[in-house]
């Protein structure tokens, strides 16, 4: 079970990584490439494209636009805190998804080698998402006086991938 709020920014280091990995890789076997002020337009809408798909899918409560708004005012108190939440840093160490990274260093290398060396950037398209996604969240706990964890527990109702709710003034374990 993970804070809300750290899984999203967990993203923006994991595509970071997968970045890291994959671009030696394609730029040695590539060579690196010319700096384009297109591209550079490319990269920028891009981001603003990201940016606000995340807006969307925070903020509204349609399916068809993402959503979460209505998942996270439908989410449910935690049981038990003290015996479920984990560690505040234990709650980060879990938000790190080894399986994202993959996905993002897979389709960064094979864009990257196939189509132009600058389509290792692709995942940049998830850090804005991500970052307003987080920050939105950030807000939204403060302003309802909560925090909002993401997972799976086996003493609540609803089961894996629901959303809980706890009170930020329990003191977490660590």
Do not use: N
């Amino acid at each position: 079970m993970v804070r809300y709020v750290h899984h999203q920014l967990a993203a923006i280091v994991e595509v970071g990584v997968a970045m890291a990995v994959t671009a030696p890789v394609v730029f040695g076997v590539r060579g690196l490439p010319e700096a384009k002020s297109s591209k550079a337009v490319i990269l920028v809408c891009i981001l603003g494209a990201g940016a606000l798909f995340g807006l969307l899918a925070v903020s509204t409560r349609s399916y068809w636009l993402g959503g979460e708004k209505r998942d996270f005012e439908s989410a449910v108190p935690l049981t038990d805190p003290e015996a479920i939440l984990p560690a505040p840093r234990e709650s980060m160490r879990r938000s790190f998804a080894p399986p994202f990274v993959v996905f993002v260093a897979l389709g960064s290398l094979v864009f990257g080698m196939l189509w132009d060396p600058w389509a290792i950037g692709w995942g940049l398209f998830f850090v804005p998402e991500r970052t307003v996604k987080g920050v939105y969240m950030f807000y939204w706990e403060r302003r309802h006086g909560v925090l909002l964890w993401y997972g799976k527990v086996e003493e609540q109702p609803l089961g894996k991938g629901q959303f809980l709710y706890s009170s930020p003034r329990i003191a977490t374990p660590g």
